[in-house]
């Protein structure tokens, strides 16, 4: 059984950072995928970033590129998002999620993954 945990939100002030981490467990990931997503209030669920856990390659959504950083620990089995400079528009519950297919690429549709944990609120005020 697949198990996801992300813990690390809260409430920050504009141009602030958080770091945020899912623990895994429940499967060997060798090649998997582990993305972080959001959803921000009647809004869908957005991709933010991916990382393979096999080499660390990793994926941004242009919205987060420069200011969030994905990585992940091997042998804690826990991926991490480290938010910069935060907006208020970061505002949102964040996800992280594991594409267990044989991989082709790091995936920004939330449709290609498989397992979810159940979020984390991160609110940025201005």
């Known amino acids: 059984q697949v198990q996801l945990v992300e813990s690390g939100g809260g409430l920050v002030q504009a141009g602030g950072s958080l770091r945020l981490s899912c623990a895994a467990s429940?499967?060997?990931?060798?090649?998997?995928?582990m993305g972080w997503f959001r959803q921000a209030p009647g809004k869908q669920r957005d991709f933010v970033a991916g990382?393979?856990?096999?080499?660390?390659?990793?994926y941004y959504a242009d919205s987060v590129k420069g200011r969030f950083t994905i990585s992940r620990d091997n042998a804690k089995n826990t991926v991490y998002l480290a938010m910069n400079s935060l907006k208020p528009e970061d505002t949102a519950v964040y996800y992280c999620?594991?594409?267990?297919?044989?991989?082709?690429?790091?995936?920004?549709?939330?449709?290609?993954?498989?397992?979810w944990g159940q979020g984390t609120q991160v609110t940025v005020s201005s």
């Open positions: 990382i393979r856990w096999s080499g660390g390659s990793t």
């Open positions: 999620a594991v594409d267990i297919a044989r991989f082709t690429g790091i995936k920004s549709s939330r449709l290609e993954y498989d397992y």
């Open positions: 429940g499967r060997t990931f060798g090649n998997d995928v």
